[in-house]
């Protein structure tokens, strides 16, 4: 959306996180049936990460308060259509003495778009141990998203610059603002701080549905980094084809978060990208697994040939 002048930035930025949260919640209209609302159209196809948290929101809806969700596996199947709202099908799988297991189904046009398999676990004590966070500079040191698009406008496709100079609900800073337009290939690894612009009820089950929205975010792109072809830069099909979260811990998104990705493999038209995110103070809060489509639209390593999707 467009700056609105007549607003403070803490109105406009709380007025952004006010609709993601609404657009993530949803309306029930039977049992275990839900519909999610749509988000203003500004691309052909609805963003995962809309789909993602939609659907684990609606399998929050179907269990205990005291489970939250600790784990998700989803499949997309179908871009979504913006123009439409997603219904979402939820099938109770199994609730045992400490977990629960959904399943659920996006729909649009009568045929699913997504699957998604979700597991809840009631909180226990337990063994401890986690991977230590990378050193990187404070989200102070580093440049809004924003920022380094606008200084790299004249490289940058212009559908990738229009969607990359939108104010977001969820702000990303790169560690390393011009890791992905150098131009040359880099060592598949990549950081950014996120958090939401504006404050947050502390509803444990609101912050992990955005944080599996936010997952989706970015995270392909390590799988590019050891190439020349970018999809900021070079005409490209780009698609989550499957995610998973894993959430370890409570969290809070309207704090500073850093997600760390790599990528230990692309080939076959696919890569596939790792990530994990660390709370500011160094805490290990979620882990996340993510393999997508990579075709580039001139052929297999021709750029300028076009293929069919």
Sequence with gaps: MAADTTQTPEAVR?????????????????????????????????FGGQVIGQ???????????????????????RA??????????VAHDHDGGSFSSRRVVAIQHGKPILNLASSFHVAEAGL???????????????EDELVVAARHAGKILPARLASLSVQRPIE??????????????QEAQQSY???AVAPLPPDQVLHRVLLAYASDMML????????SQHWLTDPMQEASLDHALWIHRDLRVDAWSLYVQDSPWTGGARGLSRGLIYSRDGVLIASVAQEG???????????GRKTRA
């Design 293 to 303: 489509l990579i075709r580039l639209l001139g052929g297999a390593g021709e750029p």
């Design 14 to 46: 709380t007025k952004l996180l006010g609709n993601l949260v609404e657009l993530l919640g949803l309306e029930q209209i039977e049992m275990d049936l839900f519909r999610g609302g749509r988000a203003s159209a500004r691309s052909a196809r609805v």
């Design 80 to 89: 979504g259509d913006p123009a439409i709202p997603i219904v979402y099908q």
């Design 128 to 142: 401890d141990h986690q991977l230590a966070m990378p050193d990187v500079p404070p989200p102070e040191a580093c």
């Design 193 to 195: 701080w996120f958090r």
């Design 220 to 227: 392909l792109g390590a799988s590019l980094l050891p190439h």
């Design 172 to 185: 990303f800073r790169p560690t390393r603002s011009d890791l992905r337009l150098s131009g040359k290939p």
């Design 55 to 77: 659907a684990l929101m609606a399998a929050c809806r179907t269990v205990p308060a005291e489970r939250l969700p600790h784990s998700l596996h989803a499949y997309f199947m």
